[in-house]
């Protein structure tokens, strides 16, 4: 089993920045892609940024330029940093671990934009 902790989320006005990170604990030999996904009232689940355990990144398009990924394997912690926030990013955002073909979900931690 794998347990996803996020922390990192809370209020901030447009422009501002926030950091994420989720620590995964327990029993697993590695993980593999790890990533970001959030959730707005309404809507659907997307993919916000996902890494590999070689740092390969994925960004989604609306978050380009503004967002970063990054893991420490070592920690087996991901980290989303977010600069230039809109309201638009206003979410859920929920970490993602993968081992082998099993998925594991954060429990998700909520950021708020102001405008």
């Known amino acids: 089993q794998v347990q996803l902790v996020e922390s990192g989320g809370g209020l901030v006005q447009a422009g501002g920045s926030l950091e994420l990170s989720c620590a995964a604990s327990g029993t697993f030999l590695r993980i593999n892609t790890m990533g970001w996904y959030r959730q707005a009232p309404g809507k659907q689940r997307e993919l916000v940024a996902d890494?590999?355990?070689?740092?390969?990144?994925n960004l989604a398009n609306s978050v380009k330029g503004r967002f970063t990924i990054s893991r420490d394997n070592a920690k087996n912690t991901v980290y989303l940093q977010m600069n230039s926030l809109k309201p638009e990013d206003t979410a859920v955002y929920y970490c993602?671990?993968?081992?082998?073909?099993?998925?594991?979900w954060g429990q998700g931690t909520q950021v708020t934009v102001s405008s």
């Open positions: 890494i590999t355990r070689g740092s390969s990144t």
């Open positions: 993602n671990g993968k081992v082998g073909i099993a998925n594991f």
